[in-house]
């Protein structure tokens, strides 16, 4: 009996084993108390979700690690200003200059030929100058009204606006003077009483480059400021002459002076010089074919040779044609240091025609 309760007893602790083992297997986990900011919602248990824990929060059963204590900030120290460095590089050019229209009016382009009447009245005058060697005087002033004086101008334009010209004008007369006093002209003398025949032939050249001063730039404007360089030769050819006195004798023989040469009454030389001359020209271009213009230049060397001229016009273009109506002035005087010099100023209107290649 004791052996079967013995049995019993050890069956029945045996059976309360197993039993309290199996309770314990299928009893559910323990739930922490809830907390109000954990999301309650039910947590899916498959293997590959990643874990619940917080990034950088310690696994289970380890020790947390103490984070690294940031220390505090602080000001760094004040540094004094950095001066200004200078900017290392090439500088940008200027944008380009807009090219201005041009525009040129008829004749400033091409070349042309141009001829001329001028009509004045006066007439040189000669007179001692202060190398005369004799005591008589030689004041006398030619005579004999003066031709039409005929003049030519030839121009090719140069660059914008600016043009070369080559002009040239001759001036010629003749006439009877009865002198007053005893004259001494180009060493001839002539008495008192007599009737003395006078002939000169004045010749002036010129060459002049015409430079476009105003404006500039000349875009559409129609007036023109130009300055005037020159170069110009002026001679005159003087002669004298007693026309009623016999050269010879009643049998029709050549009288002689004292020496045995031909006897002869006339006096003939020139007066000849070059000088520079600077001036101003202007013109308007009322239409493209009707212009007026102007012009004056002039230089002198005190008590030695003086030159100047002017001139003023209307000028109709028609074609390649320009008609020209106007006044001209001319006033020349040698040098006085000769024996002899010649002085004139001439002035009178003048007509012109003009012929244009463009």
């Excluded at 248990?45 to 929060?57: E, N």
């Excluded at 520079?276 to 005190?302: C, D, M, Q, W």
Aim: glycine share 8%; with cysteine.
């Amino acid at each position: 009996m004791k052996i079967s309760l013995s049995v019993f007893w050890c069956l029945s602790l045996l059976l309360f084993s197993l039993v309290s083992v199996g309770g314990a297997q299928v009893q559910p986990p323990a739930t922490p108390p809830s907390d109000p900011t954990v999301d309650q919602s039910p947590q899916n248990t498959d293997q590959t979700q990643p874990p619940t824990t917080a990034p950088g929060a310690p696994a289970a059963g380890q020790t947390p690690a103490t984070p690294q204590q940031t220390p505090p900030a602080t000001n760094p120290p004040e540094q004094a200003p950095l001066a200004p460095q200078p900017r290392i590089g090439l500088r940008q050019p200027p944008p380009p200059i807009q090219k201005v229209p041009d525009i040129r009016q008829p004749g400033e382009t091409g070349y042309w030929i141009s001829v001329s009447g001028w009509f004045p009245n006066e007439t040189p005058i000669v007179d001692k100058g202060h190398g005369a060697a004799y005591t008589q005087a030689s004041l006398i002033k030619m005579q004999g009204k003066p031709n039409v004086t005929e003049g030519i101008d030839l121009g090719i334009a140069v660059g914008l606006h600016n043009a070369i010209r080559f002009s040239y004008f001759e001036s010629r007369a003749a006439g009877n003077v009865t002198n007053a006093t005893d004259l001494e002209l180009w060493s001839q003398l002539y008495t008192a009483g007599n009737l003395v025949s006078t002939n000169y032939r004045l010749q002036n050249f010129k060459l002049s480059f015409d430079y476009l001063t105003w404006p500039y730039p000349v875009e559409s404007r129609r007036f023109r400021l130009k300055t005037i360089y020159q170069i110009q030769y002026t001679t005159i050819r003087t002669a004298f002459d007693l026309p009623l006195l016999p050269l010879v004798d009643s049998t029709g023989a050549p009288l002689v002076d004292v020496n045995g040469n031909a006897l002869s009454y006339a006096g003939e030389g020139s007066k000849s010089f070059i000088l520079p001359s600077l001036g101003l020209g202007v013109a308007k271009y009322v239409t493209r074919h009707f212009r007026l213009e102007a012009n004056a230049t002039g230089f002198a060397i005190p008590h030695h040779t003086t030159t100047w001229d002017a001139d003023a016009s209307a000028n109709l273009r028609v074609g390649h044609f320009e008609f020209k109506v106007g006044a001209k002035a001319f006033y020349f005087k040698t040098s006085t240091q000769a024996d002899l010099y010649v002085r004139n100023t001439m002035a009178g209107a003048f007509v012109g025609l003009r012929w244009y290649s463009d």
